[in-house]
């Protein structure tokens, strides 16, 4: 059983650029949760979602930042217009129908 | 809004055994949670009990939960160096919106 996987693990953006950061949940799980982390900080929540609904979003900027999750596919969270400040690992989480996470290997996202 | 707090650093002995505290503010968490992160590495769920339990053993590791002053705290016995990790402490209510603290870094000197 595969875990939550994560793609890409790096990427890399100029300022300005969009970039799309993929999750794809472990087999079963219909709750996905975003997170970023800032270097030496800990995780903020972002927004969790489940199937082609977005149940809590309160986490998000309020601009350049959209996440949806379809009914085929992975979750994507995408950044557009990137800054410096965006520059940070995103991990996403899963889960089924009890309460336990679980966290994909992230993606690190830099900004140039 | 909910919050959640843990010391920053911890430094133990090889063969010690390292207590990693939080607080938290939320009465209502139902779930408390201690994950494990390796440098480079996403986090690792080491185990979570619920609001209405006082304790939880697996292994080497003891979970206490004081529910009136809202602290959790995580025992590893026999400290190894493998050990060393960032260690989250994370609550939520009913599984939406987990808060996670700011994370413990363990340093296992030899």
């Known amino acids: 059983n595969a875990g939550v996987m994560q793609n890409p693990r790096h990427l890399v953006r100029r300022r300005g650029q969009e970039a799309r950061l993929r999750c794809s949940p472990m087999k079963g799980h219909s709750h996905v949760y975003w997170y970023r982390q800032l270097p030496e900080e800990g995780l903020k929540f972002m927004v969790y979602l489940q199937k082609e609904n977005i149940i809590d979003e309160s986490g998000m900027p309020k601009e350049r930042f959209s996440a949806e999750f379809p009914k085929e596919g992975p979750s994507i969270l995408r950044i557009q217009q990137v800054v410096r400040g965006d520059s940070a690992a995103y991990f996403c989480a899963s889960s089924g129908s009890n309460y336990e996470q679980f966290f994909g290997p992230g993606t690190r996202l830099t900004v140039l | 809004g909910e919050d959640v707090e843990q010391s920053l650093f911890l430094s133990v002995r090889e063969g010690d055994s390292s207590v990693i505290n939080c607080t938290y503010t939320?009465?209502?968490?139902?779930?408390l949670y201690w994950y494990k992160q390796e440098p480079g590495a996403g986090l690792q769920l080491l185990t979570y009990?619920?609001?209405?339990?006082d304790m939880k053993q697996d292994q080497r590791l003891t979970v206490l939960l004081n529910k009136k002053d809202k602290h959790l705290s995580l025992r590893i016995a026999d400290t190894q160096t493998g050990d060393s990790a960032i260690y989250f402490c994370?609550?939520?209510?009913?599984?939406?919106?987990?808060?996670f603290g700011p994370g413990t870094r363990l340093s296992v000197l030899p």
């Open positions: 994370a609550e939520t209510v009913y599984g939406q919106n987990f808060v």
């Open positions: 009990i619920f609001s209405n339990m």
């Open positions: 939320d009465s209502s968490s139902t779930y």
